[in-house]
Nanobody, 123 residues
Framework: QVQLVESGGGLVQPGGSLRLSCAASGSIFSINAMGWYRQAPGKQRELVAAITSGGSTNYADSVKGRFTISRDNAKNTVYLQMNSLKPEDTAVYYC?????????????????WGQGTQVTVSS
């Protein structure tokens, strides 16, 4: 089993910055892609940014140039640095990890989600 624990959300004024962190733990053999998604009230969950184990990144058009995703493979942790925040960035942000896990002598590849952290951008 794998647990993803997120931190770093909160209330910030427009133009401000926040840094989200997500640490994965458990019976992890390897972590493939990691990413951040968000869901605003009344809207579908959407991809914000993703990063592969090799460091290739992908961003939603709405956050390009403002958000930066990074990861520390030694710590099984992914980060999302959010700058120039706008009210439309307000949402619950979820961490996602595509993990290969070990159970006895077997391995399996599964998708895991964090519990979500609230980001509110408001004056």
């Amino acid at each position: 089993q794998v647990q993803l624990v997120e931190s770093g959300g909160g209330l910030v004024q427009p133009g401000g910055s926040l840094r989200l962190s997500c640490a994965a733990s458990g019976s992890i053999f390897s972590i493939n892609a990691m990413g951040w998604y968000r869901q605003a009230p009344g809207k579908q969950r959407e991809l914000v940014a993703a990063i592969t184990s090799g460091g290739s990144t992908n961003y939603a058009d709405s956050v390009k140039g403002r958000f930066t995703i990074s990861r520390d493979n030694a710590k099984n942790t992914v980060y999302l640095q959010m700058n120039s925040l706008k009210p439309e960035d307000t949402a619950v942000y979820y961490c996602n990890a595509d993990c290969t896990v070990v159970a006895g002598t077997e391995r399996g590849r599964y998708d895991y989600w964090g519990q979500g952290t609230q980001v509110t951008v408001s004056s």
